[in-house]
């Protein structure tokens, strides 16, 4: 995040705030001091070997990350809390069935549920890179997704990279139209993230 994203002091504060718009008891949390955490990255590890060293989860007001907060760079950390705003959000509207949803793992086959939250999060880490560094930027981070959404980050939300470039799609398009930064709640992340007072 460091070219044309001119590192912003004041981005991360903004960031906060944002999201204690809506989850006022946001809290930030090392995922390697929770005994629990580490267990569920210890069980995940064959399926999802990123979980416990580099993947953030976030459960209601609580974001588990991966480092203290301090070790992250602001930057990254403020784009990391949009996309959790995102879940939040949907946590919030959706309750037990966001839960459910996210969770259900069948075979990777089939286009998980969990592969429509995270198209919804994601959509933040698109707009960002696009913010950042224009069609260039998107389109390096839309490769990267293809991986993540077509292999085993997530345990195969989708199957194969082909499909997810076809899921993805749809969303970097709207970005590249200026479409989706005029959608909640898109519109008020990168207000927040440019420190417009729009937001
Ligand atoms: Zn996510």
Redo the contacts with the bound molecule.
Sequence with gaps: MADSARSDPGRLDRMIALVRRDVPDLRLVDKRTVPWMRALGGLLRPVVPDFGDRM?T?IGPTVYLPRAPEELDPDALAALLA??Y??QLDQGEHGAMFYLTYGLTPLPLFRTHRAH??RR??AVDLMLAHEIGGDARLALVEARLRTVFGGVT?GWMWGGRQAAATFLKPVADAIRAGELQQEAPYDRILATWRGDHAG
Excluded: D, L, S
């Design positions: 953030t976030v996309h959790e995102v879940h939250w995270e999060a994601y997530y």
